[in-house]
């Protein structure tokens, strides 16, 4: 498949609120892996684009991070707070929604009358 990094960028925020919302608590790189997972590979997140993402989430208040040390290690671990509660929902229906204009956009039928003059 194709290079999505430019289709995920608008989306990522969602798709970490959603994986939040489902998972409770979770750190970096089990989320690239979820998203793996879950897309069978076909979504690959990057370093480079999910940080800034976690990181615009958690100024804007909508996650909260725990350090854990495991070993000589830190992990941290990012949990929605409650306004990323009400967010992811809010969220992942908005994107729903415009994904369903995108698709009625794309395979509508040509107008025949569009355009003429």
């Known amino acids: ?3 999505h990094s430019e289709l995920i960028k608008g ?3 969602t798709i970490i609120l959603r994986l939040l919302s489902q998972k409770g608590r979770m750190y970096g790189y089990e989320i ?3 998203v793996k997972e879950i897309t069978d590979g076909k979504v690959l997140v990057k370093e480079g684009s999910l940080y ?3 990181h615009k989430l958690e100024a804007d208040g909508l996650v909260t991070t725990e350090e854990v040390f495991i070993g000589k290690r830190v992990r941290k671990y990012y949990t929605l ?3 990323g509660k009400n967010a992811a929902q809010a969220s992942v229906d908005e994107l729903l929604a415009f994904l369903k204009t995108i698709h009625n956009l ?3 039928q040509p107008l025949a009358s569009y355009g003429a003059a």
């Open 11 to 13: 989306t990522l925020g």
């Open 32 to 34: 690239t892996q979820l």
């Open 1 to 3: 498949m194709t290079n």
């Open 81 to 83: 707070t409650q306004p």
């Open 52 to 54: 800034p993402a976690l």
């Open 106 to 108: 794309i395979t509508a």
